[in-house]
């Protein structure tokens, strides 16, 4: 677990106490974070638009691939950092979680209202953002917000039951003082408190968030909106357990969307499969993979290759911030050499510019005709065929890529890039996740 030396940490906390103590903090109390009328409205639901990371960015399509596939190879490596602090400490409750993520959501925060960006993130739980009187933060593109300047802001007590989930020094005087940690190394320090957020018309007073003081990569707009299952996380503080997401295309210009509350939900053309609650890290969301068809061929995968064990190990987890799919190594050994077999294409080496593994050369004649196989993955119970775009790219270099990698004997990630323009719908009442195609830009 990525963790500060016990004298640098305990400074960090003296540091922050001292701030507290400038601020005066008032302090809130366990709340019903709805009132009647916010109530009403999230009956009705609300629509967040979402940006990709880069979309701001002059990059070329090559480049924007290579960049995704760093953040999910280092993403997969803090999930694997959390299986690994578990199963040393078994008894001990890890509180190392995956950061970063893709996709951009707006919001805003306070009284008045300030409009921000958060990465929306289904891997992890807290909600931060950078605050006044900020001693070591990232350049954001919003001014960083100050609670001075709101009349709604409250710090939150130690007998907040908020408090008992972070790593925190808390005492009556100072609040709740978190240090939160992430895989890589990265890691947000403040204090917790509550504020009222605002997303389109709807707002939410008292919702829990990290005032980050000290922040140390990786930058992530203004900051990060957990939509995990924990009790920190947005989802959970809004007590509306529905919520999907619509992705557009990856090299495309159009934003994305997330629907929380009753526009979330569909009916007709949806295919249903199991959420599994992991038995160490319950805030990730696991499906049950039970194989892979490639063409007309069901892969001889082993069983027991996707299975979540007792310990955390293993498993596939949907994750809204990995871009690219990585698959423990049996299976995806297996894939690519299918692939292979089935794409009648001379093989590239492309390793430096895309860091994917499998490459063929795309035919400079453009009335040549390429037969790219299909690709189905069996879930319990849904069988998702995949559009052929969601896991082969076509570079600008002329080459075409599968969009999949290995991550060795660890947990799999099924990724956003295989995701797109299909609507992905989280039911946490019935504890199922659903897909249907769909036209995202026109949703």
Known sequence: MASLPPSLSSLLFLTLALILISISPAFSTP??????????????GFK????????GGNFTDSERL??????????????????LTAKKHPKLRTKVYPG?????????????????????DTGSDLIW??????????SQPDPVFDPKKSSSFSNVSCSNNFCHELKSQCNAYDGCVYYYSYGDGAFTA?????????????????????????????????????????????ISQLGERTFSYCLTDFNGTR????????????????????????????????????????????????????????????????????????????????????????????????????????????????????????????FTDADLDLPTENYMTLEDIGIMCLAMLGSGDTSSTFGNIQQQNILVVYDLYKETLSFMPTECDKF
């Open 255 to 378: 934003p994305s969307t997330l629907l929380i509350g009753s526009h979330a939900s569909v009916n007709g053309g949806i295919k249903t499969t199991p959420l599994i609650q992991g038995p160490v890290n319950p805030t990730f969301y696991y499906l049950s993979l039970e194989g892979i068809t490639i063409g007309s061929t069901r892969l001889p995968i082993n069983k027991t290759t996707f299975a979540l064990n007792a310990d955390g190990s293993g498993g596939l987890i949907i994750d809204s911030g990995t871009q690219i799919t990585q698959l423990a190594e049996s299976a995806y050994t297996l894939v690519k050499e299918e692939f292979i077999s089935q794409v009648k294409l001379p093989q590239v080496d492309a390793r430096n510019s895309t860091v994917l593994d499998l490459c063929f050369e795309w035919p400079s004649d453009p009335s040549d005709r390429v037969e790219i196989p299909s690709l189905v993955f069996h």
């Open 100 to 120: 970063g993520g893709e996709y951009l959501m707006n919001f805003s925060v306070g009284t008045p209202p300030k409009l921000y960006y958060g990465t929306m």
């Open 31 to 44: 709340h019903q974070a709805l009132d009647d009328h916010q109530d009403q409205l999230m009956k009705t």
């Open 190 to 234: 403040g204090y917790l408190a509550t504020e009222t957020f605002t997303f389109k018309k709807v707002s939410v007073p008292n919702v829990a968030f990290g005032c980050g003081i000290f922040q140390f990569g990786p930058e992530s707009g203004d900051g990060l909106v957990g939509l995990g299952r924990g009790p920190l996380s947005l």
């Open 48 to 55: 967040i638009t979402l940006n990709h990371i880069d979309s």
């Open 66 to 83: 290579y960049r995704a596939v760093k953040r999910s190879s280092r993403r997969l490596q803090m999930f694997n950092e959390m299986v």
């Open 129 to 138: 953002t950078q605050c006044r009187p900020c001693l070591e933060c990232f």
